[in-house]
């Protein structure tokens, strides 16, 4: 694989990462109620990914964003490798980087029925912590991960 690069995203970044969220969603979870446009999907990105107040997190490869991350003190809010990018180790080196950034402990939300970012959490030592029914703007079922440093 061509050299990976974990780095701060920058504001110009927000198309590519708008694109890998509306890309991933559509190809990974294809049940899942879209309560945006995609037009308002990436007008949020470009108003949130230029807020340098979030710690907004991108993966290149030559240049190139593949997967995004944002990392909220220790909250991971978003993961997301573009299709195709998947399963190369880009979303563990976005995961290492936030536990990097917050040593002792993670959180993470994701969608229940999302088997496939659930089995890469749980392979990382995050547990489930909680389950709720589905009291988001996806109206979807999700849980919440919850990584601690072993001592």
């Not at 997967?67 to 990018?85: C, F, K, N, Q, T």
């Not at 995961?95 to 969608?111: G, I």
């Not at 659930?118 to 489930?128: H, K, P, S």
Request: aromatic fraction near 10%.
């Amino acid at each position: 694989m061509e050299r990976l690069e974990i780095c701060e995203a920058e504001p110009a970044d927000a198309p590519d990462i708008a694109e890998i969220h509306l890309t991933a969603r559509r190809e990974a979870m294809p049940y899942l109620h879209r309560p945006h446009t995609d037009e308002e999907t990436r007008d949020y990105f470009v108003r949130a990914v230029g807020d340098r107040t979030s710690a907004w997190w991108v993966a290149r490869l030559e240049e190139k964003v593949v997967a995004y991350m944002l990392i909220a003190g220790e909250s991971v809010d978003h993961l997301y490798v573009r299709p195709g990018w998947q399963r190369h180790g880009i979303g563990l080196s976005l995961l290492n980087k936030a536990k990097a950034l917050s040593p002792h402990r993670l959180e993470l939300w994701t969608f229940q029925r999302n088997n496939g970012a659930r089995a890469f959490y749980e392979a990382q030592c995050f547990r489930a912590v909680a389950f709720t029914d589905g009291r988001n703007e996806e109206n979807e079922p999700d849980v919440k991960y919850e990584w601690r440093r072993s001592r």
